[in-house]
């Protein structure tokens, strides 16, 4: 049994410019980190000789098929064509948290397969080549409108600045930070669920239609990419990390009407006012979670102002996709 284990992202600066639609003119950059939290994925041999089906799939519903075409699951039938496999395999998945909430669980769902597969065919697949077999997939086979650094940050995992300036031209740089001034950051930043989960083709898809009036506001996202870099490995205080972020969720807000709503506003103006000195929805919008930075002695405060909402408790800086049963 082959098992992968690959880390969802929170993305704190620079999401929209990691669409091909944008940075093939322009240049895109992302500011985030892999968390400790991952979707799991564990590939097995199938002893179809002793059913009448060859491909057993479990995620939220099973899936017993004899023919790779007739699974429902997209992701799952085009990654399993994309590495040759068309029979006597099951296939088991479970997550941390779930879909549709703006950590990237998708991507991380596709690089974590891709992965698994490559082993289960005694395979070795590098970081770069699995985050671009992902991007390809997602977006040229699927056709889904995503962007490319949640792959990138599943694949790689670390705490990073990611840089696209082509198709197949993503770098990738770790932060150089130290650990004490990692492990502030890390226990300054607070996480709530807004009890919504959505679809982010759908407000994805929004954006880049409308991608003519928005480029000057992803311009300014794209910058203050390098303005959170220049922040975090020089001496100044991290409390202008939540400020920076309080600047990039106005300039997200006004991305699209389907970024927030009453709700997330309401979540956000409540913690701002109980102590937060900056935050941003994760994701494309529309539901998923809240992150807040919080100095610590402010944070008993905002988790009792926010205690209708899940807090989730979480780690910066982790590993990137990796097979951990073989």
Aim: glycine content about 10%.
């Amino acid at each position: 049994m082959i098992i992968t284990k690959t880390p969802l992202r929170v993305s704190f600066f620079g999401g929209g410019t990691d669409f091909p639609e944008y940075f093939a003119k322009k240049g895109g950059a992302v500011l985030g980190t892999a968390i400790d939290k991952y979707v799991y994925l564990s590939v097995m041999r199938f002893p179809s000789e002793l059913f009448d089906y060859s491909v057993r799939l479990a995620y939220r519903k099973v899936e017993c098929v004899s023919d790779v075409a007739h699974i429902e699951h997209a992701p799952f039938r085009e990654i399993l064509r994309h590495c040759g496999i068309d029979k006597n395999v099951e296939i088991n998945v479970a997550a941390d948290l779930p879909s549709f909430s703006g950590l990237g669980t998708s991507s991380s769902f596709t690089v974590g397969l891709i992965k698994a597969l490559h082993a289960y065919q005694g395979r070795h697949i590098g970081a770069l080549e699995l985050a671009t077999q992902a991007i390809k997939i997602e977006r040229e086979v699927l056709h889904e409108a995503v962007g490319c650094q949640d792959q990138a940050f599943a694949a790689f995992g670390g705490f990073n600045v990611i840089q696209f300036s082509g198709p197949d031209n993503i770098n990738v740089e770790r932060v150089v930070i130290g650990h004490d001034r990692l492990q502030e950051l890390d226990g300054s930043l607070m996480m709530f669920f807004t009890g919504l989960t959505r679809r982010a083709q759908e407000v994805e898809k929004s954006k880049l239609k409308n991608l003519a009036a928005i480029e000057d506001n992803l311009g300014r996202m794209r910058r203050l990419v390098d303005e959170a870099h220049d922040l975090l490995t020089s001496n100044r205080s991290l409390a202008e990390f939540g400020a920076l972020l309080d600047r990039t969720w106005h300039e997200k807000r006004n991305l699209d009407p389907a970024v927030s709503n009453i709700r997330i506003d309401q979540m956000y103006d409540t913690a701002r006012k109980a102590g937060a000195l900056g935050g941003k929805l994760l994701g494309a919008g529309g539901g998923g979670f809240l992150l807040f930075y919080v100095p610590p002695e402010r944070q008993s405060r905002v988790r009792s102002a926010l205690a209708g909402y899940h807090e989730i408790e979480f780690s910066v800086n982790a590993p990137g996709s990796s097979v951990i049963h073989s």
